[in-house]
């Protein structure tokens, strides 16, 4: 392999894992609504998840977009929002948990704001949520990987290991310490298919991206 298709093939793979941190920052960003469940029930979308692994039941397939929308976003606040006992999405919450404090705000949520900020992003001016909600942390991998793509292509190797690097760096300290936690939680706690399947998929993704053998090769 020549060593343009071999600097071709790592931005298609960068570009691949940006498009499911993409997807999964959609997923947990909020409730689907129709035009979002009707995009996952396309087949060929379809077979992309089947690739992935995940394999959605009949009440995913069975109703109108309209009615899987609404009882998907019942499922979401119960899940996730509460007001009754619910499963965080916040990082804060589940590294603080094991003193009691299951925190919103707390340190946890300024290093990965300060994290953010100081490789480089900013936060949407109308944005005020907070910066450690998954699909946040799942969006700043998303653009990480779509710049580490576009360096491949540009064949600038200094810029894409640099972003492979905060990469590596973000998913070590706040991705792999409670994300799959967080995900045996939802398949726990899960009614419908779809947040189940989607956690299994989020659980073995970050766990394979934080193989640390995945970037030795390269870095």
């Known amino acids: 392999m020549g060593k343009n298709e071999k600097l071709e093939d790592m931005a298609e793979v960068s570009r691949q894992r940006g498009h499911v941190y993409g997807l999964l920052a959609t997923i947990y960003h909020g409730e689907p609504d129709a035009d979002l469940i009707r995009q996952l029930r396309d087949p060929e979308f379809q077979d992309v998840l089947s690739g992935l692994g995940v394999e959605l039941d009949a009440d995913f397939f069975g109703l109108p977009e309209e009615k899987i929308a609404e009882d998907l976003a019942v499922e979401y606040a119960r899940l ?22 299951g925190l919103l705000w707390g340190e946890v ?6 994290f953010i900020e100081t490789s480089g992003f900013e936060y949407r001016t109308d944005y005020n949520g907070m910066p450690d909600h998954i699909s946040v942390e799942f969006e700043f991998m998303q653009e990480l990987a779509e710049q580490e793509a576009q360096a491949w292509e540009e064949k600038a190797g200094d810029g894409a290991r640099h972003c ?34 989607l956690a299994k998929l989020t659980r073995s993704f970050i766990e394979f991206e934080g193989e640390e053998d995945r970037y030795g090769k390269i870095l």
């Open 164 to 197: 492979l690097k905060i990469q590596k760096r973000f998913l070590e300290e706040h991705l792999v310490p409670w994300v799959p936690h967080f995900c045996d939680e939802v398949i726990k706690n899960a009614e419908v298919s779809f947040y189940r399947e």
């Open 109 to 114: 949520t300024v290093e990965v704001k300060r």
């Open 80 to 101: 996730f929002l509460g007001p009754g006992q619910h499963i965080s999405p916040h990082e804060s919450v589940h590294l603080t948990e094991k003193e009691g404090e």
